[in-house]
Every structure is written in C-alpha cells, then in structure tokens.
C-alpha cells in the first residue's frame, strides 16, 4: 500500500529534507506541501499557501501529514488534522507544556506521533544513556549539544529528551545552564550546554565523570536527511493506527 502524504514547512530546511527523501521511496507519495511562504517548487512538489492547509486536508484526503515547523504552526496544523481524521506525525521542538497538552488533545482523534529526533542513532544513544547512567552512580554528568546557527530553541528538543531520559533513571536532578564566575558544581546536578555555529545538523554529547574516569557517549547527525528518512518511517507505519499517541521508539521496535 502506497501512503499518501502532506508535508508542512516545505519551504524550510526540514521540510524540503522530507520532499527530498519522499522522492526516493516506492511506499509513499506526496499530495501536497503547503508553506507560510508558497508559490515555489520543493523537489519537483507545487508549494502551496498554508492558509488553505484545511481546504487541501479535504480535496486530497492524505494518510498522514509530516510536520517540522514551529510551535504555533505545529498546534494548528495537529487541530486541524484531527478535525479531517488524518494522522499526524511532528518533529517540531520548543513545544511549551500547554503545546504537548494540545497535541495530545488532538491525539484522542487521530494518531499522533510526536518525537524529538528521528535518528535511529539517537535511539540508540537513549538507551545506552538509561544504561550507562545507574551503572555509574554518583558520577558527574554533562550534557553538551550542538546545531546550526539558525536554529531557535535551547536547549534542544533531544537534549531535553535526554535529560529527561537522565532523571528518569537517576531521580529528578537540577540543571545548571552554562557556567560563568564561581560556579562550582552541587551534588547531583547535570550540566547542560547549548552551542550555535555554521551548519551543524546536530550533535549531542553525555559526559559521566568520577571515580577517575570519564565516559562519553555522543551521537553526530552528518546530515538533516536522517532525520526526514526517520519521519518517513514513522508516517508509513502511522498509517492506519488507531487514535492515540505514539513514540518513534515504537517504529522502531
């Protein structure tokens, strides 16, 4: 079966990463790809105006809709998704909690599948954090992450996710941002650090310390294609689902 596609914020860089490997699967095809900015053609895809996302959502009828945009575009796009009954899958970061809480809303009419990186590396490196982390009580943890000059919320939405991931396993810790004057570490605390240069599609870095050793553990994204690739696979598997809400980690198992 051929899943059906919308892709929003095509006129961005993810967007147009999601039109690029859309292109090269036989599973999926595109109905339409709306931007705030439209009038150009993305990969050979008719950009069209996102005011009209609603009208498009009814004509073309896809299976699921891809979103990488920003918060409010993301919540609007999730409500009327929900209105249409077509399934909705984001990557979108810098969500505040009221913005989780209505895209859950919209999850008790369609399936939705929210993740903050759709690496299946990054995948990998959450579990090896959930491992290593009770393994090595009591050591120090710093968190470093690194993306493109461009990019708007800090710290990222995977860096979040993997200090989350951190008091999970470990208890709630507090978080210090950066470091400046006399600013000697407290028990327990994590140490988290945000970095903005050039074109870096996205690096992240847990650090352990104690015992007098270190271990490292970091995950280095060449390319924002992984993370489209990533998306991709999980609207062909959202596909058809029942209404909820859904984790990649689920795609991947």
Known sequence: MTV???????????????????????DLSVAFAVSRSPGESVEGVAVEDAADFADLLASHDPDVVVDFT??????????????????????TTGLSEGGFDALRES???????????????IAALRRAVREAVPALDGYD?????THHNAKRDAPSGTALTLLDDID??????????GREGEAPRSDGEVG??????GDI???????????????SLTHRAGSRGVFAAGALDAAAWLADRDAGWYDFTEVLE
Do not use: K, Q
Request: glycine fraction near 12%.
């Open 4 to 26: 059906s596609i919308g892709v929003t914020g095509a006129t961005g860089r993810m967007g147009g990463e999601v039109l690029a490997a859309a292109a090269d699967r036989d």
């Open 168 to 177: 999970d396993v470990r208890g709630e810790s507090p978080r210090v941002h």
């Open 192 to 197: 988290v650090h945000a970095r903005r240069a």
């Open 107 to 121: 999850a008790s009419e369609v399936p939705v599948l929210y993740a903050s990186n759709f690496s299946r590396g």
């Open 70 to 91: 920003g918060p409010a575009s993301c919540i609007e796009y999730a409500s009327a998704c929900a209105e249409a009954g077509v399934a909705f899958v984001t990557g």
């Open 141 to 145: 943890i710093e968190l470093t992450e």
């Open 201 to 215: 599609a996205g690096e992240h870095e847990v650090l352990l310390a104690g015992n007098h050793e270190s271990l």
